[in-house]
């Protein structure tokens, strides 16, 4: 059964740091594309990042780009994204979520977490 | 940048009635990348519907895609009480490479 679960939400204040982490199991890790995306209390989704599986192919909206870093250990099974600068519009919850692997292309997300909290805040 | 508008933003039906739910793109997509997603209240979204018709695993026939270019559409057949949810639908840009969202329609219960 695939499962990922995300850790390291919380509180932070405004221009603080946080590090996401998403733990995967079920299923090929390394294989696969991994992406985050985040939702506002009340609001819609949006795509926040992406990696490729090997590492490379990382690509941010342009709302976090500059202050959110992503990246992944396939040793460990386990995909991390970085938040500095942190800003109350950057309040969500945050969700890990899977997309292709590296045989098939496509453009969709099967696989979510259950989403971690994070609130920037004073 | 596409841009995604789904209608109605609120859409009342009881259990037993079609739902339609509409989503508009500001430029034609390839249907290959337009899916739909179903989320309840305090979970995960979930993938109902890929390449624009395609089926997620585990979904039940009353979930059906259509449409192409700038218009896609679901419609769910039959409405169980479980089907009661905010509807996103969502494509891909490759140029540069950014997904979006629609804004979401919330099915409820009448």
């Known amino acids: 059964e695939v499962q990922l679960v995300e850790s390291g939400g919380g509180l932070v204040q405004p221009g603080g740091s946080l590090r996401l982490s998403c733990a995967a199991s079920g299923f090929t890790f390394s294989a696969y594309w991994m992406y985050w995306v985040r939702q506002a209390p009340g609001k819609g989704l949006v795509w926040v990042s992406r990696i490729k599986y090997d590492g490379s192919g990382i690509e941010y909206a342009d709302s976090v780009k500059g202050r959110f870093a992503i990246s992944r250990d396939n040793a460990k099974d386990t995909l991390y994204l970085q938040m500095n600068s942190l800003r109350a519009e950057d309040t969500a919850v945050y969700f890990c979520?899977?997309?292709?692997?590296?045989?098939?292309?496509?453009?969709?997300?099967?696989?979510w977490g259950q989403g971690i909290l994070v609130t920037v805040s004073s | 940048e596409i841009v995604l508008t789904q209608s109605p933003g609120t859409l009342s039906l009881s259990p037993g009635e079609r739902a339609t739910l509409s989503c508009r793109a500001s430029q034609s997509v390839p249907s290959n990348s337009l899916a739909w997603y179903q989320q309840k209240p305090g979970q995960a979204p979930r993938l109902l519907i890929y390449g624009a018709s395609s089926r997620a695993t585990g979904i039940p026939d009353r979930f059906s895609g259509s449409g192409s270019g700038t218009d896609f559409t679901l419609t769910i057949s039959r409405l169980e009480p479980e089907d009661f949810a905010v509807f996103y639908c969502q494509q891909y840009d490759q140029s540069p490479p950014m997904y979006t969202f629609g804004q979401g329609t919330n099915l409820e219960i009448k």
């Open positions: 979520t899977r997309g292709p692997d590296s045989i098939t292309w496509h453009t969709y997300f099967d696989y």
